[in-house]
């Protein structure tokens, strides 16, 4: 049996869930796989900086004023834009999946917090319209996984580096696409690339296309050049749902960033790829 070093999912704060670092100890293969079909549900937070108030009206009025828009974000992100006042560059999609006509949820909710130093942003699906950071958004049937759709955060970056994607100890080294080198256990595939790294979890049967159309997906979108990135990690995870978590750092190093999206990798990765800073 094939032994792994112990992990755990590490956005900064992105659901009104996110997950704590333990890179310490050793699992099998099995408990990786469960690590990973169990992410969405772990409630403790993965980043040290407390979520401070909002400053006072006066201020924040000053600050609004500041706040000048240059560009339209997606539809969903429209009813904060103007709330979203920090130090740090606010990056925001310009496009996100719309909700398919089928599904009985046909609303976006909003959960928010900003402040100086950090922000979050994550969007539910609902069956009517919420106001942001509405108390029913945190009650179900809206708090459910299933309506949890992603999100995004950012933050000044801390000297605790968030991993989100390892090397598997025991993984035999692989040709990806026939040019890539890699490593691969029977679980998960790993590489790396420009400052990249990257890790496909999922089953032995799905873990090798899904890898095919992560790779496909950076070529589409051009390796998320226009996140204009130092650093940055992806894991996709397709245990029990497929989700895509991609976590960066600024081109000065500066500043964190993350983004989850519970859907297609190729959605993710156009979603993504939309990423602007939102204000001057």
Known sequence: ??????????????????????????????????????????????????????????????????????????????????ELVSNIPIIIPRYWTPIPSSSSNKYYGVQFKVNKHSYYISLI??????????????????????????????AKASNSKNIIVERPKDAKPVKIGGTILGWKDPVSVYWESNGWKYEVIGSSNHVMDDTMKLINSLNINHQLKKLNAKSGQILISNANSLSTFINWYSSDGQYEYSFQYKGSIEEALKIANSCIVLSD
């Open 1 to 82: 049996m094939v032994k792994l070093n112990k992990w755990k999912l590490t956005p900064i704060v992105i659901f009104m869930v996110a997950v704590a670092i333990n890179t310490s100890g050793c699992s099998t293969v099995a408990s990786k796989t469960q690590q990973a079909s169990n992410e969405t549900n772990s409630s403790s937070h993965g980043h040290t900086n407390t979520i401070e108030q909002n400053p006072s009206k006066q201020n924040k009025n000053e600050a609004l004023s500041k706040n000048v828009i240059t560009v339209k974000p997606a539809t969903p992100f429209m009813p904060i834009v103007r």
């Open 125 to 154: 699906t609902t069956s009517k319209q919420f106001p942001p950071n509405d108390p029913q958004l945190s009650m179900p049937p809206n708090s459910s996984e299933a309506n949890q759709w992603g999100g995004i955060s950012g």
